[in-house]
């Protein structure tokens, strides 16, 4: 059985990388609305990533390759493929993990934390701005040529697992995710886009 606890760093990596797969190009100098309303009009998105992630108990970053996959309006995926194969996917009210010991799947509602970054991403990819703000403060910063959102958790439970998540992107292009942890590890996604259906 997979441990939860365990998991909890990536399933925040799920709902994280899952800002990248939408964005679409804005027209101009980048605002957060602006931002969100590209995400918006994207159905579908799959991606590959490479993400280094460093832990304070380890002595060496560990480094995991993957597919990404986003579908509207509920449904996100990471498929984790090297250096261990394992699968995270949240459809609705439900998350699956999936490894090497087995499938859990759980209720959102039992993980309020893991459900507010959730139901922040569904906010996210639907373009909604309101609803993002209930769960985060939300900045962006930047240009055309080279933009920045920074998102920081307002409630007390998701501050407990992380602290800030950076997006830099350059035009239409999303290409690093950075989520520093309340634990004080950190993980670095940069993303490669693939398919995507407007």
Known sequence: MISLPHRARDVATVIAVALTLGVAAPARAIEAPEVLAAMARIERSEATFEETRYIGALTAPVVRRGRLRYVRPAELE??????VREKIRVVGPLLTLEGSKGV?????????????????????????????????TVRAGGDLGG???DLTPRSVELAAIVVRVTIN??????GRIEVVEASGDRSVMIVTPGARSP
């Open 169 to 174: 992107g350059a035009g239409a292009q999303v």
């Open 147 to 149: 933009w920045q959102l």
């Open 104 to 136: 859990r799947e759980v209720r959102l509602a039992d993980m309020p934390a893991v459900a507010g970054w959730v139901e922040s991403i569904r906010a996210t990819l639907a373009g909604d701005d309101a609803a993002l703000s209930r769960h985060f």
């Open 78 to 83: 990471v498929a984790v493929e090297s250096p």
